[in-house]
């Protein structure tokens, strides 16, 4: 439903404000009540960056053996089966 009546835009847009006003009133409440320092959001945590773990060429080479040498037992198995 829309409607381009200036009247009702502006009477809502005072509702909104007034709301928003209310709600801004509440927030500073809250964070009077928790001693008006910042509080970390949940989005906040969530955007931060992790720090990523490094693996040694050395490792990656054990993990490579190992798994080459895990496809080949497969391979074998499965021709076995045939």
Excluded: C, F
């Excluded at 009133?25 to 320092?37: P, S, T």
């Amino acid at each position: 439903m829309s409607t381009n009546d200036p009247g009702l835009l502006a009477a809502a847009l005072i509702g909104y404000q007034h709301q928003a006003a209310q709600l801004a009133e509440k927030i500073a409440e809250i964070r009077r009540q928790l001693g008006g320092g910042k509080v970390p959001s949940a989005a906040t945590k969530a955007a931060a960056p992790t720090k990523r773990r490094s693996m040694s060429a050395a490792a990656r080479k054990r993990i490579a053996a190992a798994q080459k040498k895990r496809w080949e037992e497969y391979h074998r198995n499965k021709e076995e089966k045939s």
